[in-house]
């Protein structure tokens, strides 16, 4: 079975400044992939980013990069530049191999506050 | 513009009375899926459905039931909610067939279930 956690129930930074938001993974399978969702207080759920158990690189999109430590079994996101619309609830997920981004697990999430 | 709509958004029952929250997509996706989201366990899925006719149990499946009847529908019915089932609830739906991130799942708005 596949397990996500995201260890930081809510995180402080200041505007302009980079954050970063955990997430550690389990699973037994060799193939996933890794998914980064935003939602704002207005309850909708915005998709940031996706990173591939197979892929050499790091994903970026933006602002917004993954940092894929595949031994570790991390992939936490990385914000640049903070900015007041990115005070949010962030949700790592994980999806089953050749399922591609469909049947996600889901972590408990992480609220972050951006200060002015 | 594609989207994942959700009725109702916001609905207070009481124990045991029937209800339907309906979910429609408009951009021909197989794949459809329902979670609920409480706080601190992130979003759990509650069925899923490949394609018309095709549905399946996720992870908190007890005392729901979902149809598919047509490609762009996927009610969600709560024969005798509970208090328990109040909760924020979320439809998404996605493409099937393809690999990596392009099934990302694109959800609907939400709708806020109170059981009381």
């Known amino acids: 079975a596949q397990k996500i956690t995201q260890t930081q129930p809510g995180m402080f930074v200041q505007e302009k400044e980079a954050v970063t938001l955990d997430c550690t993974y389990d699973t037994s399978d060799p193939s996933y992939g890794l998914f980064w969702y935003k939602q704002p207080s207005s309850g909708e759920m915005i998709f940031l980013i996706y990173q591939g158990s197979y892929d050499q690189q790091n994903a970026t999109e933006g602002r917004y990069s993954l940092n894929f430590q595949k031994a570790r079994k991390s992939a936490n996101l990385v914000i640049s530049a903070s900015q007041l619309g990115d005070s949010a609830m962030y949700f790592c997920?994980?999806?089953?191999?050749?399922?591609?981004?469909?049947?996600?697990?889901f972590g408990g999430g992480t609220r972050l506050m951006v200060k002015p | 513009e594609a989207q994942v709509t959700q009725n109702p958004r916001y609905l207070i029952t009481v124990t045991g009375k029937k209800l339907t929250v309906t979910c429609s997509q408009n951009m021909n996706h197989e794949y459809m899926s329902w979670y609920r989201q409480d706080p601190g366990l992130g979003l759990r899925q509650i069925y899923y459905?490949?394609?018309?006719?095709?549905?399946d149990k996720g992870d908190v499946p007890e005392g729901y039931k979902v149809s598919r009847k047509e490609k762009r529908n996927f009610p969600l019915i709560l024969e005798s909610p509970s208090p328990n089932q109040t909760s924020l609830y979320f439809c998404?739906?996605?493409?099937?067939?393809?690999?990596?991130?392009?099934?990302?799942?694109?959800f609907g708005a939400g709708s806020r279930l109170t059981v009381l």
């Open positions: 997920a994980m999806s089953p191999p050749y399922n591609a981004g469909n049947m996600l697990t």
């Open positions: 998404a739906s996605s493409p099937l067939g393809g690999v990596g991130g392009a099934n990302v799942l694109t």
């Open positions: 459905s490949m394609n018309v006719e095709v549905t």
